[in-house]
């Protein structure tokens, strides 16, 4: 793409129109206060639909609607090739020259233009068109494709884009979508699943509001019927005796046998202490993972030394696990393997930091 500048003749000035400036104010309600910068791409586009094209009074204008620096809606109006920044003609035809169009013949479609149109980003006064190359088009399925005015122009060749061409010439109207005969974006040798297409049309009314709300204003007014319904014969049969089931019902008998008796499995508690050993416990604030409140929990549990929490087995950590509030630390930090270590007389990197002051939530008091 090239460098997208503005164009070096500009109209003295700028406005809205009444009737566009009250669409521009009722764009400006759809954002927060102090957002209203969420609204210059629309208002660009609105100007641009005004004009014909965007001069950089329009810029300006859009600018102060906005409270923006000029700079600022300038530079969404040079990034986006939907704004055209010079004159452009009556029928523009905008060539996707993205990846997939390239390797599908955009370069084709450009070569035509140049020689039924004229350069490209000029306006040829004799026939009231131009054309310029663009970014993605979006329709990357029916490439090679050109935007003329609101329509697609899709499954293109150099050729069929000159016979198009001529048709806007001759002021033929140009049917849009694909040019090769397929529907839609269907693959090129037909559909090969949905071939109902009523059914399709079926379904899209089944889950469209505005398919119902056309037919139903396509159905013919209901007159209301003036007929007396007719009298309804009240039926004076009688209903048949309904007799009783007086047979007994068979007698439930309880299920006496004694339930199992559940017994419980003391095996998963750990070695619990009543107190410490020798009247004075390790610090288990050395363990990473344990804080002063959760070594107050062991405490209260039984465990005061490093070799209690060392020979925990997995039941063991599921019985301890099942007293604490934050399920799954146990496992999480290793308390076991941070245990065996410290038993033994050994550091871990943790408490080599508890022991410099390294971890305020190992002090007293901490979390």
Request: charged share 30%; net charge negative; glycine share 8%.
């Amino acid at each position: 793409m090239s460098v997208r500048r503005l164009h070096n003749e500009q109209p003295a000035s700028f406005a809205f129109t009444p009737e566009n400036r009250e669409w521009a104010m009722g764009q400006l309600e759809k954002y927060p206060r102090g957002h209203q910068a969420s609204a210059v791409i629309p208002l660009l586009w609105r100007a641009q639909e005004q004009h014909g094209w965007l001069p950089e009074p329009a810029i300006r204008h859009v600018a102060e609607m906005l409270d923006m620096k000029p700079i600022r809606v300038l530079e969404v109006a040079t990034f986006y090739t939907m704004y055209n920044l010079k004159p452009v003609g009556k029928h523009f035809v905008q060539v996707c020259g993205n990846i997939s169009c390239l390797l599908r013949g955009a370069d084709a479609l450009m070569k035509t233009c140049e020689d039924k149109i004229g350069p490209r980003d000029t306006v040829n006064d004799d026939l009231d068109m131009s054309w310029t190359e663009v970014e993605c088009a979006g329709a990357c399925t029916n490439a090679p494709v050109v935007a003329i005015g609101d329509d697609y122009i899709e499954d293109l060749t150099g050729e069929k884009l000159a016979e198009i061409i001529a048709r806007l010439r001759n002021g033929e109207a140009v049917k849009p979508g694909p040019q090769n005969g397929r529907f839609s974006s269907e693959p090129e040798g037909g559909a090969t699943s949905l071939l109902d297409r009523q059914a399709i049309f079926e379904a899209w009314k089944t889950y469209s509001p505005k398919a119902e709300a056309d037919e139903k204003a396509a159905e013919p007014a209901l007159l209301a019927d003036a007929h007396e319904e007719p009298e309804l014969v009240e039926d004076s049969h009688d209903e048949p005796e309904l007799i009783e089931d007086t047979r007994d019902e068979p007698e439930l008998i309880e299920d006496t046998r004694d339930e199992p008796e559940l017994i419980e499995d003391d095996h998963a508690e750990p070695e619990l202490l009543t107190a410490p050993r020798g009247g004075k416990g390790d610090d288990l604030k050395r363990i990473k993972g344990v804080g002063p409140k959760l070594e107050g929990v062991l405490h209260e549990l039984g465990f005061y030394h490093f070799d209690q929490i060392a020979d925990w087995n997995r039941e063991n950590i599921a019985w301890v696990d099942s007293r604490l509030k934050f399920k799954g630390r146990i496992e999480r930090d290793d308390w076991v393997s941070q245990a065996r270590l410290l038993a033994s007389g050994e550091e871990t990197a943790f408490s080599k930091r508890v022991d410099k002051g390294d971890v305020p939530s190992s002090k007293k008091g901490g979390a």
